[in-house]
T-cell receptor, first 114, second 113 residues
């Protein structure tokens, strides 16, 4: 699926539970990103990582956490501190130094809080 | 940080007509402006992009124009077809710092057959 695999595709969570969304890429891209998509609000940046073992907060990081232990993997944890977690989550990657910041997206994970 | 505004939020055109979507950005250091198309239930995919050293770029029925002075850029789709129906996102980024794309809020384009 385009080199970036997100799982699960659909996820249901009870309030108070943490959940982890998986993102794996085989494109050998250095940088990886997590975006949240809500209707009418476009894509908002949650966290990003430009290199292994380093990551930075994006615009809406509160209630989320990430890790980047391997170049291929960038999992996102939605914690119970996230007040409105129901959304569509998109993982993306980008090759560094290409001269154009072209993002390749995964197919997304839809999280619903029951 | 960067802020990208996109208009209109919805656009309905007749098949064969042209469609124009407009975006403005706030950070004068931004130098890369892509457009993504997202069909229902699918991932966003890059359809065209432009860098700040170019004023216009064309690829078959789609074109993008950039006005650096006014900090706005536009997507033009000519001879629209039903398969052009989708949500379109503009974005902006720069080569320094986080390099992440900042997206507009999206335009839902409906092409009526």
């Amino acid at each position: 699926d385009g080199g970036i695999t997100q799982s699960p595709k659909y996820l249901f969570r009870k309030e108070g539970q943490n959940v982890t969304l998986s993102c794996e890429q085989n494109l050998n891209h250095d940088a990886m990103y997590w975006y949240r998509q809500d209707p009418g609000q476009g894509l908002r940046l949650i966290y990003y990582s430009q290199i292994v073992n380093d990551f930075q907060k994006g615009d809406i990081a509160e209630g989320y956490s990430v890790s980047r232990e391997k170049k291929e993997s960038f999992p996102l944890t939605v914690t119970s501190a996230q007040k409105n977690p129901t959304a569509f989550y998109l993982c993306a990657s980008m090759i560094s130094g290409s001269g154009a910041n072209v993002l390749t997206f995964g197919a997304g994970s839809r999280l619903t809080v029951l | 940080g960067e802020n990208v505004e996109q208009h209109p939020s919805t656009l309905s055109v007749q098949e064969g007509d042209s469609a124009v979507i407009k975006c403005t950005y706030s950070d004068s250091a931004s130098n890369y402006f892509p457009w993504y198309k997202q069909e229902l239930g699918k991932r966003p995919q890059l359809i065209i992009d432009i860098r700040s050293n170019v004023g216009e770029k064309k690829d078959q029925r789609i074109a993008v124009t950039l006005n650096k002075t006014a900090k706005h850029f536009s997507l033009h789709i000519t001879e629209t077809q039903p398969e052009d129906s989708a949500v379109y996102f503009c974005a902006a980024s720069k080569d320094t710092g986080r390099r992440a794309l900042t997206f507009g809020s999206g335009t839902r384009l409906q092409v009526q057959p």
